[in-house]
């Protein structure tokens, strides 16, 4: 009898380790806070599988991350996944395979936008928010609104009496002031319009070039206005609201800007195809993305979901300031390595003290 009973738990745990080694296995790849995790949860009790997922701080991590670790879905900006299909490193997106996901439910400005700006890429991945860079202020500052509403991007560009951040990154910041210097072409590799862009960098003297820690320099006083991602304001709009908190600063996107595209792209090296569609096709239900747009505070492309953040969420702020769309804002594409390498370079020369 003991024998028996014996073998009946044995055969009973050995069935338990055989159902865990076959549990399916998702890799997803992100940048830092950019999903609901509690997302991930449900659509692991949904599918009976798990999830692996990584976060990195940058779009040039998730690219070094890619070369030698294997994914499935990854979440990167407009730029990298311009690369990635020149690269050949992800493929064209099936269509068939994810039914809550409809091109014709996205803003007609988003539609005619990625149609014109990425049409060389937007067949191989899905979006999930856009924005802008713009310019957070303090509203405790006398006539700093107006200043910045009037300069633009000239209120970060220009050397002036204000404690100004700005972004620590290349593209950004170098990209920016090529345009405040008034080309026409955001991903310009003129070697002169570049070094233009630099010296106008090096002659504003920014108080800080910061990341993450920017917005909360501005909402804090450290910093009268700093140059950031939209985002980076709703972020700091939420904090204020957990926090009990006034809100002090506000976000101005200037007329001639970038304007970005995120997306979920799936890896040609990806081990598991089919549940990679069945976790994107979960995050583009709408109310899964209302759930996420509301956690993460970006702009949604979908327009019924960006509808359901005003009707059902109840947002407080205006639509104006949250929709990213204006045909003078541009997208940053992937030029070459040596574009890439030649912009690091130079932003490391426009942070060097005269």
């Known amino acids: 009898m003991k024998k028996v009973f014996f073998s009946l738990i044995c055969a009973f745990v050995l069935t338990l380790l055989v159902g865990c080694a076959q549990k399916k296995e998702l890799y997803v790849l992100n940048v830092g806070d950019y999903m609901n995790e509690e997302l991930i949860e449900k659509f692991e009790k949904k599918y009976r599988c798990h999830v692996n997922y990584t976060e990195k701080g940058s779009n040039e991590e998730i690219y070094q991350t890619v070369l030698y670790d294997q994914y499935d879905v990854v979440v ?36 005619n936008l990625l149609n014109s700006q990425s049409k060389d890429y937007k067949d191989y991945f899905i979006p999930y928010f856009w924005g802008t860079v713009g310019i957070l202020y303090n509203t405790d500052v006398a006539g700093l609104k107006e200043y910045v509403e009037s300069k633009g991007l000239g209120s970060v560009m220009e050397k002036n009496s204000y404690k100004v951040g ?60 700093a140059l950031v991602y939209s985002g980076d304001y709703l972020d700091q709009v939420y904090k204020c609201s957990v926090d009990n908190k006034e809100v002090n600063f506000a976000y101005y996107a200037p007329e001639v800007t970038n304007i970005w595209v995120d997306g979920l792209v799936v890896m040609k090296n990806a081990n598991n195809r ?81």
């Open 76 to 111: 990167v900006s407009d730029y990298m996944i311009d690369r990635f299909v020149k690269e050949d490193r992800v493929e064209k997106i099936d269509l068939s395979k994810l039914s809550n996901y409809k091109e014709s439910e996205l803003f007609e400005d988003a539609r």
């Open 166 to 225: 700005m972004y620590n990154s290349a593209r950004d910041a170098l990209c920016l002031a090529a345009l405040y210097n008034g080309s026409t072409d955001i991903n310009t590799s003129d070697e002169t319009i570049l070094t233009n862009a630099k010296n106008t960098l090096k002659s504003a003297e920014y108080t800080i070039w910061g990341e993450d820690n920017l917005k909360e320099a501005v909402a804090s006083g450290q910093l009268d206005l």
């Open 274 to 354: 089919d549940l990679a569609y069945d976790f994107i096709n979960f995050l583009s239900d709408h109310a899964n993305q209302a759930e996420n747009a509301d956690y993460i505070g970006y702009c949604p492309l979908n327009e019924t979901v960006f509808n359901i953040l005003y009707d059902e969420y109840e947002y407080d702020y205006s639509k104006e300031e949250f929709y990213p769309y204006n045909s003078k804002r541009l997208m940053y594409k992937f030029v070459s390595v040596e574009q890439y390498n030649k912009l690091n370079d130079l932003l490391e020369e426009a942070k060097q003290s005269k």
